[in-house]
């Protein structure tokens, strides 16, 4: 027997048990007597050796590989740890691989394993990096039966945290090249249960929609062909117990650390058993591997509670928050921004930005953004993306000076980059028609009236690389809004050979990574927000470069909580870009007060987007106020547990807390309010039973009375009324 901390080998006879344990869960896989990877286990702590929950039925139509004679034991009917196409396991593959005589079965069979203290990474990648010695690794490698192609399945083990990571690499030994056709991150097997799934759905300006629906006999598919992971489904899926809420009940999550096309495949076989696989979506994507070559899949973050959701979540919030996002604002407190966008559009100069970032400044902002429209000729989405120096004309005064007037008041200065586009009008477009990404002979789709520009070239990177850092070096720009407007189609580059064509989604994505590493490791001090129309790319894998998203170009209060709501699922508080707008909203029409519109922003990365100038002294005066609040309470919003108190699909609010040792904050609105009806009771969620709690209007109550009896909401009124109610913990 083996053991490293959480990761424990045993041997016997024949057979190894990989047993992985973090605080509150067990993962466990066998090699068995064919050198078949069994997946036994993921779960709650057993101490057993789960072997005694398979069934090895007879079922027909489900073969046996060749050396087995025993109708009882199938690839297809066996839990295993990694799917294989094309050798009697009919369910959905975890790999698929093209030989070179052209036949693409493989049958991948255990062959060695090693252990590692702390975290592998994964090359080119971004992945989940340890603290301390907080995690353990395991290799388990794995060999076709009939080539030399290698896959090497790569855990690694935060036992603190419930987490546990997986990555997948593919390795060819053979003379001559392979092509990989699918390469999934991982695949799990879930041979019992009643399950539920879990996953995020939408549109533009409508991201990531909670559904919850019931897996049946079916395959299940969530994906992204757009060249981002998108805002029509997130790489990320729950799989729950039927009757697992928010409390109560197992769950599984897993979220891919990958921004671009992305697929997670469920199915609900035969014999109502479930399997799942995700990894880089395979309906774009192939890839060939030469002799002695690897490729690396991205990372899956996987977590399991057994006490329902909020604790599921929390376990993705605490490693995405100390062990993705990276850099000095990981972790500080974010400047309260103001962004002009929703402001002025394209319609500004200096003078309308001074006027907008000196009242910003008077009210406690701490960071005004210049969005789009500074720089080349663009006074509409039509130009100009490409050419990034600053529209002096435009501006009425070079940029540099435009920053240190805004410097001058203590404020901090960020900017808005589009880099991966180009519009055709523009003086790139006219010097490097080429750069653009579209199809040799076939005229490309335009959206947003711009083209994709295809950073897979390295000349092309290079370009954009010393733009943006002149930029920042010349105007000592603090912060920049990293954009992308548009999914990617015609897709085509000069940098591949026509056979090889289908690697470039990924390679877009690689040389994207590679730009922002480039970016955060020569400019440490700088904030990177990542936005794609909003939240059309809110990914671990943005993340790890960008500690900050903007979750969606939708601020209104209302829809907004509803897109917060299902975005908290996974991501935390702190990487939600958020931001108070003007009424009526400019996306939904909606007129929300604007304390409603503060206390859904305040729980994100705070900000403003709208004229200041515009507003009454009594607006005015609140919004100082409501910053001074989120100031005091900015630790507790992003360090705290956060709980999710209601679900505003279905209620008539959307209630959520904010919980430290010290103090716990309920924020939210009532949508709408009623004559004559009783003030809404809301119990709360993770305080100390045992200990006294106190309001700011002096009220005291015991943890355990707002636990099992609740708080009362004060009386609503109107609609879109907002609760902030601030407890604090008496010792
Ligand atoms: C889309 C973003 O999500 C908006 O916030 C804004 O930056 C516009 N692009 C600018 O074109």
Redesign the pocket.
């Known amino acids: 027997m083996e053991v490293c901390l959480v990761i424990e080998v045993v041997k016997k006879d024949e057979e190894i048990i990989f047993n992985l344990e973090t605080k509150n869960s067990m993962y466990q896989m066998k090699v068995d007597k064919y050198n078949v990877l069994k997946h036994l286990w993921y779960g709650s702590k057993t101490s057993t050796d789960m072997e005694y929950l398979l069934d090895y039925p007879d079922v027909g139509f489900s073969g046996q590989i060749n050396e087995v004679d025993d109708s009882t034991y199938s690839l297809d009917t066996l839990p295993v740890e990694y799917s294989c196409f094309g050798v009697g396991d009919f369910r959905v593959p975890a790999i698929s691989v093209i030989h070179s005589n052209g036949s693409d079965a493989i049958d991948l069979r255990y062959q060695s394993y090693s252990i590692k203290k702390g975290k592998y990474s994964i090359k080119d990648l971004p992945s989940v990096y340890s603290n301390n010695d907080d995690c353990d690794s395991l290799e388990i490698v794995l060999k076709d039966t009939s080539s030399d192609i290698y896959v090497i399945l790569k855990y690694g083990v935060f036992n603190d945290k419930d987490i546990i990571c997986r990555s997948a690499v593919i390795r060819n030994e053979e003379d001559s090249k392979i092509c990989l056709n699918k390469a999934f991150s991982m695949c799990l097997d879930i041979p019992y249960g009643s399950l539920d799934i879990i996953h995020f759905h939408g549109r533009h300006a409508m991201e990531r929609q909670f559904e919850r629906i019931p897996i049946t006999h079916n395959i299940y598919e969530f994906s992204s062909t757009r060249g981002t992971s998108s805002h029509q489904e997130s790489p990320s899926i729950i799989i729950c117990d039927k009757n697992c809420n928010e409390e109560f009940g197992d769950c599984f999550g897993a979220t891919l650390m990958y921004s671009g096309n992305f697929k997670i495949q469920l199915e609900g076989d035969q014999l109502n058993q479930v399997r799942m696989v995700m990894g880089i979506n395979p309906d774009t994507f192939s890839w060939t591997l030469n002799h002695n070559e690897e490729f690396y899949t991205p990372e899956v973050i996987l977590s399991f509670s057994n006490e329902g959701l909020s604790k599921l979540s929390h376990n993705f919030h605490d490693i995405i928050r100390n062990n993705v996002c990276r850099g000095k604002y990981s972790l500080e407190s974010r400047p309260v921004l103001i ?1 002009n ?1 929703e402001a002025t559009y394209f319609d500004f100069d200096a003078f309308k930005i001074l006027d907008i970032a000196n009242t910003a400044a008077s009210l406690g902002i701490d960071m005004m953004v210049l ?2 429209g500074w720089f080349g000729k663009r006074d509409s ?1 039509k130009s100009g993306l490409g050419d990034w120096y600053a529209n002096e004309d435009k501006l009425k005064m070079p940029l540099k000076d435009l920053v240190s007037k805004v410097k001058s008041r203590g404020t901090k200065f960020g900017i ?1 980059f ?1 880099p991966e586009m180009i519009s055709e009008d523009s003086n790139l477009y006219r010097n490097h028609p080429d750069w653009a990404v579209k199809i040799p002979g076939r005229k490309p789709g335009r959206s947003r009236n711009q083209l994709v520009i295809d950073i897979t070239r390295s000349d092309v990177r290079d370009y954009l690389y010393e733009s943006i850092s002149r930029i920042i070096k010349d105007c000592s720009i603090d912060y920049i ?1 990293w ?1 992308f ?1 548009r999914s990617i189609s015609d897709v085509y580059t000069y940098s591949l050979s026509s056979s090889n064509q289908k690697e470039m989604g990924h390679r877009f994505v690689l040389g994207l990574y590679e730009l922002l590493e480039k970016l955060n490791h020569d400019f440490p001090n700088l904030l990177i927000e990542g ?1 794609c ?2 939240g059309g790319r809110f990914d671990a894998g943005m993340l790890y470069y960008c500690p900050q998203i ?1 979750c969606s ?1 939708n601020t209104d209060a209302y829809d907004r909580s509803k897109i917060q709501y299902g975005t908290s699922f996974i991501f935390p508080i702190s990487t939600i870009g958020s931001h108070v707008s003007a009424v009526p909203n400019h996306q939904s029409g909606r007129i929300t007060p604007l304390s409603a519109r503060s206390v859904v922003a305040m729980s994100g990365s705070f900000g403003y987007e709208l004229d200041l100038n515009t507003l009454s002294d009594t607006d005015l005066e609140k919004i100082k106020q409501d910053i001074k609040d989120f100031k005091k309470y900015n630790k507790l919003i992003h360090n705290g547990d956060y709980y999710r108190l209601s679900n505003p699909n279905d209620d008539n609010f959307a209630l959520w807390e904010f919980v430290s040792d010290e103090e716990v904050l309920v924020q939210g609105i009532i949508f709408r309010s009623e004559a004559n009806q009783l003030r809404y009771n809301i119990k709360l969620r993770g305080l100390d039973s045992d200990k006294k709690y106190i309001d700011s209007n002096n009220n005291v109550y015991t943890g355990s009375a707002l636990m099992n009896g609740g708080i009362l909401l004060p009386k609503s009124s109107g609609d879109y009324y907002s609760v902030m109610i601030h407890l604090k913990k008496q010792y």
Do not use: L, R, T, V
Request: charged share 45%.
């Open positions: 962004n966008w969005d789009d989405d808005w589009e809004k954009d407007n936005c129309g909003g903007w170009d």
